[in-house]
């Protein structure tokens, strides 16, 4: 089966100022993004993430390099077809509902006339905007922005959905809301790629990661591998007396293993947050 | 086919409603409504002319200018605001072309356009309707010929009015296209009418050659890159029936206006298929 997305030696340079000084935006980078996954493409501000993928949707022009979307080449109409794009910092037209926007995008994507009505429901359902979908949009917080460009990005059932910086400027629970979407479309076979800077939510999302820096690829795996430390482990243990531990640390010594650090387990403070905040607040 | 011109209806659609909301749009229309509705009360000085026609010169003045102002102003701003705030990133990504975005911004500007003429001339034609029925009846009594306007002619008028703006709009996104920021766009669009208004000169000096083959040569590419923006001004001799107009003359204008819409926004979209968003 051939990739998502397939990248091979991409590079792209703009030309600054009246002398068209050369910057280098991404450099030689060949990525194979499989199908099915939830791919993070992470890295620095400026260090090529939004370059790459908007190189990959056919928005700005490769200066050297191939790229192929599910087996079809970048930029062609057959492949947009089956993509769904969330810029970073989406902005719509604000004098249009959300429903209308949703509607608009589907009929630019190719969604016939027939399933048009429950293509757009679909969409609003997913994103969790049914109940605001016909507000102006102008009237939307940013954490609905990226609902409701989520919606958009997803309407015509594409099997890629590539969504840039989906999360910034997104409150914990609108965050995790998003995080939500992009299971269930993992769940439905989809593939997502999401470029963020945002570690966290990438480590709980994601199941591969690439990480850039100025314009080159530093690291590429599945994300248990390149985070996993092979060489340490850690045991949980509940009711220790110092007792048990004088002799859970002499048993290991006698092993030859060395305790390096006994600490209490903390939770993140996303999730205290999420605990202690509760139903939707996005309104 | 069918397929690009529905994506190009949609972008019509959404750029017509977004133009219509704006203020710019509601402004001016109410300034062209109050030029052609004071022309009623301004009547009395019309330097000797006939009345008709000195308040049919009022309407199409503003006609002219106002409708010049939005071609330019708005059909660059709903470019640029596409491009500015980033929407043309979420529709680009689409299964659509970049020629039919740019077409569906023309038509969208254009279909404004036909509405800022079709309100501004209707208006036009009820104050002559209503004054002629007077002048009509005072002629009588008084046994002259009256003055007439004719409806039919207002409306060739109005088609090649709303097809001399279009054109401007066609202008203005093959400006929009190459350039990186509005007031470029307006500031050269404005220009460009100007030299369309002018473009006869350099017709008139192309037919008496000069010693210079470079001269003669510019002369001959510029009148010819720019559209003549005059031959559409014949609501005079439509309109009142002045002068009377050859025929064939409409038809002649019509086919021009078209040609030079289809060749600018060829070139806009030759332009912005590169253009980097």
């Known amino acids: 089966m051939t990739s998502a997305i397939s990248v091979r030696r991409l590079t792209k340079d703009f030309r600054i100022g009246l002398r068209g000084l050369k910057l280098r935006a991404v450099d030689d980078l060949s990525l194979e993004i499989p199908r099915g996954q939830v791919y993070g493409l992470l890295g620095p501000n400026g260090c090529g993430k939004s370059t790459t993928l908007k190189v990959v949707l056919g928005l700005v022009a490769p200066t050297a390099g191939e790229i192929s979307i599910l087996g079809e080449a970048s930029a062609t109409s ?24 949703v509607r608009y995008c589907a009929q630019l994507s190719g ?15 997913l994103a969790a905007m049914v109940e605001a979908a016909d507000r102006p949009i102008g009237t939307y917080s940013k954490g609905m922005l990226q609902r409701i460009g989520f919606a958009q990005a997803v309407v015509h059932d594409p099997e890629l959905v590539i969504l840039d910086e989906p999360t910034a400027g997104v409150d914990p629970v609108g965050s995790a809301a998003i995080g939500r979407m992009i299971h269930a479309m993992r769940d439905k076979g989809k593939t997502v790629v999401l470029c963020s800077h945002l570690l966290g939510q990438v480590e709980q999302v994601c199941d591969r990661v690439a990480i850039m820096d100025r314009g080159k690829l530093v690291l590429e795996g599945a994300v248990d591998d390149v985070l996993a430390r092979r060489d340490r482990h850690i045991l949980t243990v509940e009711a220790m007396t110092p007792a048990a531990r004088a002799a859970a640390e002499a048993a290991l010594a006698a092993h030859g293993a060395t305790v390096v650090s006994v600490t209490h387990p903390r939770r993140s403070l996303e999730d205290l947050f999420r605990e202690l905040v509760t139903g939707s607040r996005d309104a | 086919m069918q397929d690009s011109l529905r994506r190009m209806l949609w972008i019509s659609r959404v ?73 043309a990133l979420t529709l680009l990504a689409k299964p659509l072309s970049r020629p039919e975005f740019l077409l569906g911004k023309f038509f969208g500007a254009w279909a404004v356009l036909g509405v800022f003429v079709v309100v ?6 009820a104050v002559l309707w209503a004054r002629e029925i007077e002048l009509v009846a005072a002629a009588e009594q008084a046994g002259k010929i009256p003055t007439t306007f004719s409806a039919g002619g207002l409306a060739q008028f109005v088609l090649l009015q709303w097809l001399r703006l279009g054109v401007v709009a066609a202008i203005v996104l093959a400006l929009s296209s190459l350039a990186r920021t509005f007031l470029f766009a307006v500031v050269v669009g404005a220009l460009a009418v ?20 470079a001269y003669d040569a510019f002369l001959w590419v510029s009148s010819r890159l ?12 439509l309109v009142l029936g002045a002068a009377g107009v050859p025929a064939g003359a409409v038809t002649t204008v019509f086919l021009s206006g078209l040609f030079y819409i289809t060749a600018y926004l060829t070139v806009g979209a030759l332009i912005f298929r590169r253009r980097e968003i």
């Open chain 2, 194 to 213: 100007v030299a369309g208004q002018l473009q006869w000169i350099a017709q008139d000096a192309v037919l008496k050659p000069s010693d210079s083959a």
């Open chain 2, 15 to 87: 750029t017509f409603l977004e133009a219509v909301r704006q203020r710019f749009f509601a402004f001016l229309l109410v300034l062209g409504v109050a030029m052609v509705l004071s022309s009623v009360s301004l009547r009395v000085f019309d330097f000797g002319h006939g009345e008709l026609k000195f308040i049919a010169d009022l309407g199409f003045g503003g006609l002219f200018f106002f409708g010049s102002v939005l071609a330019v102003v708005m059909t660059a701003q709903l470019f640029f605001s596409e491009i500015d705030n980033k929407t």
């Open chain 2, 120 to 125: 501004l001339a209707g208006l036009l034609g």
């Open chain 1, 111 to 125: 969604v016939s006339a027939g399933e048009l009505a429950s293509a757009v429901e679909d969409a609003l359902g």
């Open chain 2, 226 to 237: 720019i559209p003549n923006l005059q031959q559409f001004n014949i609501g005079d001799a």
């Open chain 1, 78 to 101: 057959a492949a947009r077809r089956r993509t769904g794009f969330l810029p970073e910092a989406p902005y719509f037209h604000k004098f249009l509902t959300g429903r209308e926007l």
